[in-house]
C-alpha cells in the first residue's frame, strides 16, 4: 500500500497540488482522474519520485523510499527503444539493475511477454508494431523486475475501444496475479467504470473526491458529476 499525507508541490506560475492525503491499496487498480490541469500528472510525479514535492510525506508500506527495483512505470508513449527488438527493450531493465545470469535476464522477459501475449514478437522491431502492441511491451517491461509498485500515465492514449479495453484486462490481470499495488492517472472514464477499483478525482490542485466504483456512478459531487458529462 502508498500512502500519501498532505501532499503539496507549487510552481511560479501558481499550478500544482495542495495538501492532498490518501491511500494506495494493494492488489487493487487505484485510478487519478480529473481534467488536464488538475493536478494528476504532478501528483503521480510526487507519489513515484519524478518529482520532490514541497510538503507532505509518501509511505511505502510505511517505509519513506521503496527499494531499488520495486517501482515499475508505464509511461503515455510507452518509451521504448527503436533501436532494440521487443526482447531487447523488455530486459533493458534487467541488464541495468540485475546480477543474473543472460540466460536467467532472458527467462524473466519471454516470461513477462508471454504475460502480454507478445511471446511470438520478442524478435520483432518496435516500429513494427501496432500501438496496442507497444504498450504491451512497455507492460512487460514494467513488470520484469516484479514491482511491488506499478505506475500508469494515460495508458489508453492514441488507442482504440478494443484495444483499450484489452489493455485495461490486461492491467487489471496482472494487478490481481502479482498482488500490485497499481496507480493509474487517465481521463478515461470507460476504463474506469471497466476496472477502477479505487478512485481519486483531482481538481484545481485539490483532492475533490474519493471513493470506489459504485460511489462514482451515484456521486452527488458537482464537479465530479460535471467532469464525466463532459466527457
Known amino acids: 500500500?502508498?500512502?500519501?499525507?498532505?501532499?503539496?508541490?507549487?510552481?511560479?506560475?501558481?499550478?500544482?497540488?495542495?495538501?492532498?492525503?490518501?491511500?494506495?491499496?494493494?492488489?487493487?487498480?487505484?485510478?487519478?482522474?480529473?481534467?488536464?490541469?488538475?493536478?494528476?500528472t504532478v501528483l503521480i510525479k510526487c507519489i513515484?519520485?519524478?518529482?520532490?514535492?514541497?510538503?507532505?510525506?509518501?509511505?511505502?508500506d510505511g517505509l519513506s523510499n521503496a527499494p531499488q527495483g520495486e517501482l515499475g512505470m508505464l509511461f503515455q508513449n510507452s518509451a521504448l527503444f527503436d533501436y532494440l527488438n521487443v526482447l531487447q527493450n523488455v530486459m533493458f531493465p534487467l541488464d541495468m539493475f540485475s546480477h543474473e545470469s543472460y540466460g536467467q535476464r532472458k527467462e524473466r522477459a519471454m516470461f513477462c511477454?508471454?504475460?502480454?501475449?507478445?511471446?511470438?514478437?520478442?524478435?520483432?522491431?518496435?516500429?513494427?508494431?501496432?500501438?496496442?502492441?507497444?504498450?504491451?511491451?512497455a507492460i512487460a517491461r514494467a513488470i520484469v523486475l516484479n514491482p511491488k509498485y506499478l505506475f500508469c500515465d494515460e495508458p489508453n492514449s492514441g488507442l482504440d475501444p478494443i484495444t483499450s479495453r484489452?489493455?485495461?484486462?490486461?492491467?487489471?490481470?496482472?494487478?490481481?496475479?502479482?498482488?500490485i499495488?497499481?496507480?493509474?492517472?487517465?481521463?478515461?472514464?470507460?476504463?474506469?467504470?471497466?476496472?477502477?477499483?479505487?478512485?481519486l478525482f483531482m481538481h484545481d490542485g485539490h483532492a475533490e473526491w474519493q471513493g470506489n466504483r459504485e460511489q462514482f456512478e451515484h456521486t452527488e459531487n458537482s464537479l465530479l458529476k460535471e467532469f464525466i458529462s463532459a466527457l
Open 1 to 40: 500500500m502508498i500512502s500519501i499525507e498532505n501532499i503539496s508541490k507549487k510552481f511560479e506560475n501558481g499550478n500544482g497540488i495542495s495538501n492532498i492525503s490518501s491511500e494506495f491499496r494493494t492488489g487493487l487498480i487505484n485510478m487519478v482522474i480529473g481534467k488536464s490541469g488538475s493536478g494528476k
Open 48 to 60: 513515484s519520485g519524478l518529482m520532490i514535492p514541497d510538503s507532505g510525506n509518501v509511505l511505502f
Open 113 to 137: 511477454l508471454e504475460k502480454v501475449g507478445l511471446a511470438d514478437a520478442a524478435g520483432k522491431m518496435v516500429g513494427e508494431l501496432s500501438g496496442g502492441m507497444q504498450k504491451r511491451a
Open 166 to 179: 484489452k489493455i485495461d484486462e490486461l492491467l487489471y490481470g496482472i494487478t490481481n496475479e502479482f498482488n
Open 181 to 199: 499495488t497499481t496507480i493509474i492517472n487517465t481521463h478515461d472514464i470507460s476504463s474506469v467504470r471497466h476496472i477502477a477499483d479505487r478512485i
